[in-house]
């Protein structure tokens, strides 16, 4: 199997969930193909957590869910040694870290010593208890959500834990025209994540995911589209609008980003389009503005529109 047909493949089945959020699904397969980690952010009932539910049951796999809160430990998290009477001895215990696909609910709800912990995790792909270092699954991908607008009873992300992910994705409100087709079918609340009901099925293997992920070194990058994207790397950190610039990983997770979009649209080399098309869900979660221009009511989105029209296009 391809990588642009296990993508195709995996894109109808989410969408069988999902409506009037292409390009966040079209994202959120980037960050699962590229072998990254995906943040998503929305308002609650914009289908962040039915999106991921749906692209398990696709790709198949292990899952597992957790949902953050102010009293979660991180040992809730990666696990611990249990005393095991009948065997006199501590038993490891796995957490939920151990999984193919994880998916943190609400992770701005834990506090910063459990969120370092599973940031960790995702930066290193293994963890350590007691002593002992344990390895993650190959196919081991996070998926975190974030509420935009509720602050209370949450912890900001530092922005060296948010380069941990490769993508944020932006969940809005779907189009008139998808509300409207999602009213017509009259799903009802309750049976919203009934996957089964919504026609979901497995369409992949685990393995078929990794042997895909491999395509990505085949496809071809010119150096006139490299030098586009460090272009645009590099008027992030000298725009006055930006006190901190993306950095060197940034670009190193853009290249690889861009080349999953590429893949998946059937394309063996990366163009400029590829690169433009995934700025954003790059770049927003790496920039630092300058007080001044949140203050004037800039954010990074804006930022980067503003750095992609003056960078030269190539041809």
């Given at each position: 199997m391809s990588l642009r047909?296990?993508?195709?493949?995996?894109?109808?089945e989410v969408e069988k969930a999902i409506q009037g959020q292409d390009d966040a699904i079209e994202h959120l397969l980037v960050g699962l193909l590229a072998s990254g980690h995906v943040l998503l952010e929305g308002v609650p009932g914009t289908g962040k957590t039915l999106a991921t539910k749906a692209l398990v049951r696709?790709?198949?796999?292990?899952?597992?869910?957790?949902?953050?809160?102010?009293?979660?430990?991180?040992?809730?998290?990666?696990?611990?040694s249990v005393w095991n009477d009948e065997r006199r001895e501590f038993l490891l215990r796995k957490g939920p870290i151990f999984a193919d696909v994880v998916l943190g609910d609400e992770i701005n709800r834990a506090p910063p010593k459990t969120q370092a912990a599973f940031l960790e995790a995702m930066e290193e792909r293994q963890v350590t208890i007691d002593g002992q270092r344990l390895e993650l699954p190959?196919?081991?991908f996070v998926v975190a959500t974030r509420n935009p607008v509720e602050y209370e009873g949450t912890y900001p992300l530092p922005e060296a834990q948010l380069d941990r992910f490769l993508l944020?994705?932006?969940?809005?409100?779907?189009?008139?025209?998808?509300?409207?087709r999602l009213l017509e079918v009259g799903r009802r609340p309750d049976r919203g994540h009934?996957?089964?009901?919504?026609?979901?099925t497995r369409v992949s293997e685990p393995a078929e995911l990794l042997a895909a992920r491999a395509e990505l070194d085949s496809?071809?990058?010119?150096?006139?589209?490299?030098?586009?994207?460090?272009?645009?790397?590099?008027?992030?950190?000298?725009?006055?609008d930006v006190a901190l610039g993306a950095s060197p990983r940034?670009?190193?997770?853009?290249l690889a980003g861009a080349k999953a979009l590429a893949a998946m649209r059937g394309s063996p080399h990366v163009t400029p389009d590829d690169v433009k098309d995934i700025a954003h869900a790059i770049l927003r979660h790496r920039l630092l503005l300058q007080p001044e221009a949140e203050m004037a009511g800039a954010n990074p989105d804006d930022v980067i529109d503003e750095v992609l029209a003056g960078a030269k296009v190539p041809r």
């Open positions: 047909d296990l993508g195709e493949r995996l894109r109808r696709a790709m198949g796999g292990e899952f597992r869910r957790v949902q953050f809160t102010p009293d979660l430990m991180p040992s809730d998290v990666l696990g611990t190959r196919t081991f944020l994705v932006k969940f809005g409100y779907p189009d008139a025209e998808s509300e409207r009934d996957l089964d009901a919504l026609g979901v496809i071809v990058v010119a150096p006139e589209t490299v030098g586009y994207l460090l272009d645009v790397v590099h008027r992030t950190r000298s725009s006055p940034a670009a190193l997770a853009w």
